[in-house]
């Protein structure tokens, strides 16, 4: 059987702390810039947000801005700054070029999402995101004055609303403040279904995105990190069944990972090719009744 006529996209979405990156990125240098310890950082933004009934992920946002001030100038160049130095898991710098070779000589094309509640300018500011390989980058985000400033949250993502942004990829209705991702789509105009999307997360706030993807055929992996080999979260993921697979947060050539990645586009290129058989054949079939 002929490639399929039709254009086939393969969506990987990921989240990026402890998924792509080995801890959070703000532990990477920013926490520790502005006098705190980690743990201690953490445990403030918990209880700011536990005592006021406010969203965790505006909590830690709230908690940077403040304990910069007289510290540090709080700026998109700053931010991106101390994302340059986010360490990443082994074979990151690697890996998508390689899954896009592989897709590519397989009749697929590839493209690569973040989907995350850490900070689009920390991401922004890695070397994989200064390369382009991120179609898309959704990220909670700072909104900046007219001296670079920030001072408000542009955007807030947490593990409830980052599944909005899969019926986005879905629809191909990728700019956040477009409203025609609530638009209906006949199933054979969908540019993403979510049989060929892939959702790459190492936690509870992952869960959403996992079942949505889960549950409409895609593909959802648990990852775990190489180095401790603590699995306890993606088996009860599995158990649960938010997820299909698991494997550790290595993406180097010949890795668990970069092989179960290679498996998926070889099973997204034969549905795709039936699937045009199917296709081609109703329309046929149609015209002649």
């Known amino acids: 059987m002929e490639k399929a006529s039709r254009d086939t996209v393969l969506a990987v979405c990921y989240d990026f702390d402890k998924t792509l990156s080995p801890t959070d990125m703000q532990a990477q240098g920013y926490i520790q810039s502005v006098g705190y310890d980690v743990e201690e950082f953490w445990k403030k933004t918990n209880y700011l947000a536990e005592a006021n009934n406010m969203d965790g992920n505006l909590a830690y946002m709230y908690v940077m801005m403040d304990e910069a001030r007289g510290r540090l ?159 306890e979260r993606v088996y009860k993921m599995l158990k649960d069944n938010r997820i299909r697979y698991f494997a550790p947060a290595d993406y180097s050539e010949g890795s668990e990972m970069e092989e179960l990645l290679m498996a998926i586009v070889d099973k997204t290129a034969s549905y795709e090719r039936l699937e045009d058989k199917h296709v081609k054949d109703m329309h046929e079939m149609l015209g002649n009744i």
């Open 73 to 231: 100038i709080f700026n998109r160049e700053k931010l991106e700054e101390y994302g340059s130095k986010v360490t990443l898991f082994p074979g990151v710098e690697s890996w998508f070029d390689r899954i896009n070779a592989y897709g590519e000589k397989k009749g697929i094309t590839v493209e690569h999402y973040i989907i995350s509640s850490g900070l689009k300018e920390m991401i922004d500011g890695t070397d994989i995101a200064k390369r382009g390989v991120f179609k898309k980058v959704y990220a909670s985000s700072f909104y900046y004055d007219d001296r670079g400033m920030a001072i408000w949250p542009a955007q807030v993502i947490n593990y409830t609303n980052k599944t909005q942004f899969l019926f986005r990829i879905e629809k191909g209705v990728l700019d956040i403040n477009d409203d025609k991702v609530n638009d209906y789509f006949e199933p054979e105009n969908m540019r993403v279904p979510f049989r060929n999307m892939v959702y790459i997360g190492d936690s509870d706030t992952d869960i959403p995105c996992m079942k949505l993807v889960n549950i409409n055929g895609g593909h959802a992996i648990g990852v775990y990190n190489p180095v401790n080999q603590k699995k």
